[in-house]
């Protein structure tokens, strides 16, 4: 079965999330991702986090479907071969700060005379331009500047920051849209784009409405825990049994459900709670009520009787219970890679959506440094004296 992506060639020249997690997700439907490194400064990708027998974990997820090679971008032999890869490729994914493919003369100018199809993605902090251009940034700067620290976390503490690369992820899914929106339109016109994407911008969009909101009303969202402004009971809370679970009831007839199986009916007629803000106004009282129902019933008896009620509800899991529960067991959403050369059987997330005709698969997982290197070569027409010429010089 041929998978959608099939033909299309992408270059991924960017480190660390967001660039190279855009390519990945290509990846995953068929794209061919070379991902091109230093020859002495891999992508740190592949130090971050824990390791086995030497082999980072996150770069097993990272690096999926991505062949490697080395290649020194500042050198003379590094540029003339990355603008022969360019030729042949539909997409180049960079995140260098702005000026450093220009300083190497491998900019938009170059690039597209090599190859007027080509798509640059070019994935910053800050975008190409404006006063902050120049700075270094990672997602943690976009997470505080964005307005999410701002929101996060109860209201008598701190802001809080995510203890995962949120802003990194999301930024690397809108790049993965924007590239294929800017395939889509050279399908129309012959000719390809750049694409300039600031990592503080997409996790500003799925921030929802904050910006109309001041604008139109001078309204600020504040810090409200588990609690949220817009509807209650919202919460977590603790079972009999030590656990904890999430309810959610941004529907009033779910909050209907929820009330009178926790037995308080009489709340429903209140005329606050009509609203979603009116029983935002009255979490104290909705949250006593809900609390105090499931602090006397097990994790497992709580999610019965919701599921009986009709009203949503879901356990607090770690990883450890989503490896094993059974709505993601059913969906495959995580999957084995039963021979992966380095770590044999190992487990991972599956590709990000199901398609019915033409699905994703993981080929492989991330692969080791430099690994296929000489079979790229060879296969862009280099000579052996020219890929030793190659070695000789660094660039490899």
């Known amino acids: 079965m041929t998978a959608p992506l099939t033909g299309l060639r992408v270059l991924d020249i960017a480190t660390l999330f967001a660039g190279p997690l855009a390519a990945t997700l ?23 986090g824990p390791a086995r027998n030497g082999v980072g974990l996150w770069w097993k ?36 700060r702005p000026g450093t493919l220009e300083k190497w003369a491998l900019g938009w100018d170059e690039l597209s005379a090599a190859n007027p199809r080509l798509v640059l993605a070019r994935v910053t902090a ?32 701190p802001p809080t920051l995510p203890p995962f690369g949120l802003a990194d992820s999301i930024a690397g899914l809108a790049t993965a849209y924007a590239v294929m929106t800017a395939l889509a339109a050279r399908d129309r016109t012959g000719t390809g784009q750049v694409v300039d994407m600031a990592i503080i911008e997409p996790i500003l969009t799925v921030l ?30 603790r079972t009999a049994d030590g656990s904890w679970v999430a309810v959610s009831t941004s529907a009033r007839s779910v909050a209907e459900r929820v009330m009178r199986l926790v037995g308080r009916p009489e709340v429903v007629d209140e005329p606050w709670f009509a ?12 949250d006593d009520a809900v609390g105090g129902w499931i602090a006397r019933r097990t994790r497992a008896e709580v999610l019965k009787a919701f599921e009986q009620a009709e009203a949503a509800v879901a356990p607090i899991q ?75 010089e660094g660039v490899l």
């Open 61 to 96: 997820l990272l690096g999926r479907n991505k062949r490697t090679m080395t290649l020194d971008l500042s050198k003379p032999g590094g540029r003339t071969t990355l603008l022969r890869l360019a030729a042949s490729a539909d997409v180049v994914i960079e995140n260098f």
């Open 318 to 392: 770690d990883v450890r219970d989503v490896m094993t529960d059974p709505q993601y067991t059913a969906l495959n959403t995580i999957t084995t890679i039963p021979d992966d050369p380095e770590l044999g059987r190992l487990r991972m997330q599956n590709v990000l959506f199901r398609l019915s005709a033409t699905p994703g698969v993981i080929r492989w997982a991330g692969r080791p440094h430099g690994a296929d290197t000489v079979a790229i070569l060879t296969e862009l027409g280099l000579t052996r004296p020219e890929i030793a010429a190659l070695e000789a």
């Open 208 to 237: 929802g409405p904050q910006p109309i909101w001041y604008d139109q009303l001078g309204h600020l969202q504040r810090r409200t825990g588990n609690r949220s402004q817009n509807n209650a009971p919202r919460n977590t809370y």
């Open 126 to 157: 800050f975008g190409q331009f404006g006063p902050y251009a120049n700075r270094p940034g990672f997602g943690t700067l976009a997470e505080a500047m964005s307005g999410f620290a701002a929101i996060t976390g109860e209201p008598d503490a």
């Open 275 to 286: 609203t979603g803000a009116g029983r935002a106004g009255h979490a104290d009282v909705l």
């Open 26 to 48: 290509l990846g995953d439907f068929g794209a061919e991702v070379i991902k091109v490194e230093h020859p002495a400064r891999p992508d740190p990708s592949r130090g971050h």
